[in-house]
């Protein structure tokens, strides 16, 4: 019976002593995942802040935007294609109607005379166009480069 006694006592403070334990482990745990919530509640809180500013910087630069597009709207005098009528230098003076040779034609060398010559009277046309237009617009560069061509042609 002393055995049975000192045995069961012996379990028992064993079982104590492993109950002891783990509640400090436990309580170790607790310390650590309340250090471990502290530190990512502190960093969702600088996220929060962080996306605060990153939206005021964004509402700031776009508020900022459409403010420069007005004062740019208000600066730039734009022309619509609607309002402007296209001013035709010389109307029904100029006449450019080059043809292709028919293919029953391509052989015979007058009507390619013929066609050469028609063609080099269009190159004349069109050369007077651009050249009228070039007095009324020196800069344009389109122009330059359709003088150019005809100059040239």
């Not at 166009?129 to 005809?150: C, G, M, Q």
Request: aromatic share 6%; glycine share 2%; net charge positive.
């Amino acid at each position: 019976m002393c055995n049975d006694y000192l045995s069961r006592r012996g379990i028992k403070q064993c079982e104590a002593e492993k109950i002891n334990v783990l509640q400090e482990q436990n309580e170790l745990f607790r310390a650590e995942n309340g250090k471990i919530k502290q530190h990512y509640k502190e960093f969702y809180d600088s996220i929060k802040i962080t996306r605060a500013k990153h939206l005021e910087q964004t509402t700031a630069l776009l508020t900022d935007n459409e403010s420069l597009k007005v004062q740019i709207q208000n600066k730039l005098s734009c022309v619509n294609k609607d309002h402007v009528k296209q001013k035709v230098l010389a109307p029904r003076k100029y006449a450019i109607d080059v043809e292709p040779i028919p293919p029953r034609n391509r052989n015979n060398r007058e009507v390619h005379l013929v066609y050469l010559k028609h063609l080099k009277e269009s190159v004349e046309t069109l050369r007077e166009i651009v050249e009228e237009a070039k007095v009324e617009r020196p800069l344009d560069s389109l122009l330059a480069l359709a003088w150019r061509y005809t100059k040239h042609s």
